[in-house]
């Protein structure tokens, strides 16, 4: 089983709570090798008030947290247990586990926050072999040549035609082999 993002329902205005209280049970329990980053996604927004400028933090989802996590057992009861979490968006419920987002909409999330679902220095390294999962290479592998995080590309060595090529790539359109 792989790590996936998953959207967990909350109280409104208890995101906040509940991402503390996940936080702990991941610190305090065994659950560390199974619920990895919990993220509220929030924005920055300039507010001028008064003639004063004002930067905001507001939630892009308010009631909703995204969870990365590995949909065992122990895992779906600790997160759908914790006080304050309403549910899984994408179960139907009568103990249907829920499905986890794609990643082209994980990366479109963590953009706007100015993030990345990979954690660069842990995933993604200069050698490694991922798979391209969308645009004009889809289904190749390639090899990482250089990683440019804050524009989100990667230039990846291809196999094409027999001949290794350079091709540029966003993060949304790989995944780790």
């Known amino acids: 089983m792989e790590k996936q ?6 109280y409104s205005g208890h995101e906040s709570k ?10 305090n329990s065994l659950m560390k090798d199974s619920i990895f980053r919990i993220i509220i996604p929030e924005h920055k927004e300039i507010e001028i008030k008064d003639g004063v400028q ?6 892009m989802f308010p009631g909703y947290i995204l969870v990365e996590m590995i949909m065992d057992d122990a895992a779906w009861y600790v997160v759908r247990n914790t006080p304050g979490v309403t549910g899984f968006i994408g179960s139907s419920g009568k103990g249907a586990k829920p499905t986890p987002l794609q990643p082209y ?21 200069i050698g490694a072999k991922v798979k391209i999962v969308s645009g004009p290479f889809n289904g190749m ?7 440019d995080m804050p524009n989100q590309k990667l230039e990846l060595n291809v196999d094409l035609f ?6 540029e790539v966003e993060l949304s359109q790989i995944e780790v082999a």
Not at 105 to 125: A, H
Not at 162 to 167: A, I, L, P, R
């Open 105 to 125: 909409e994980v990366d479109t999330i963590l953009r706007n926050m100015g993030i990345s679902r990979f954690e660069s220095d842990k995933e993604l390294e």
């Open 5 to 10: 993002w998953y959207v967990v329902n909350t």
């Open 18 to 27: 509940v991402k503390e209280k996940l936080e702990m049970k991941k610190a």
């Open 141 to 147: 592998f390639g090899i990482i040549s250089s990683i």
């Open 162 to 167: 027999g001949q290794e090529t350079s091709v």
């Open 54 to 59: 004002k930067e905001k933090v507001k939630k």
